[in-house]
């Protein structure tokens, strides 16, 4: 799993869709969910820590966990299934813990309100995700061929710690 961080709300430019877009820790690869326009309400709101008159759908969940002193110990974004992505809330009362079935966006609404991390598994971001930095990816594969072209076999044995014809 890699941890993931809420860069904001975009919208698509041809269909005007809310879209909100997590960032990995070294900012080089993006993940866009399309959402709807009251999740993308909820996330901003919580970004810009507004707090509404009277609790709102997210906050009331938050409050309800505090009632029942539960924490929401981070949030899994954890499949992507016919362009539909998946998460669960984990959640801990005492020793007990459980995950939540939940929306991606209500997931991170919820999340942002409470500080806990976002979570995206590592297939999800290999298949849903887009570079940022291409000039960084780029820069990365060249030292890789760079080192793979200037190695010789004696170097793959010494490496793998022994000749294998001992074996």
Not at 1 to 19: F, Q
Not at 32 to 53: N, T
Not at 111 to 133: K, N
Request: aromatic share 4%; proline share 6%; with cysteine.
């Amino acid at each position: 799993m890699i941890e993931m961080k809420v860069a904001g709300i975009a919208l698509d430019a041809i269909t005007r869709s809310p879209i909100v877009l997590l960032k990995d820790g070294t900012e080089r690869r993006a993940l866009p969910i399309y959402i709807g326009q009251d999740q993308a309400k909820a996330i901003i709101g919580a970004l810009e820590q507004q707090k509404p008159p009277r609790p709102l759908t997210h906050d009331l969940i938050v409050n309800l966990f505090e009632a029942w002193e539960m924490e929401l110990e981070k949030i899994i974004i954890h499949s992507l299934q016919d362009n539909t992505f998946y998460a669960v809330l984990c959640l801990k009362r005492g020793e007990t813990k459980k995950e939540i079935d939940c929306r991606p966006s209500d997931a991170i609404a919820i999340a942002l309100r409470t500080d806990s991390p976002v979570w995206v598994m590592e297939e999800v971001i290999a298949d849903a995700s887009i570079p940022v930095d291409r000039d960084a990816d780029e820069r990365e594969r060249k030292a890789f061929r760079d080192f793979v072209s200037n190695l010789s076999p004696s170097d793959l044995i010494q490496r793998g710690g022994g000749d294998p014809d001992n074996s």
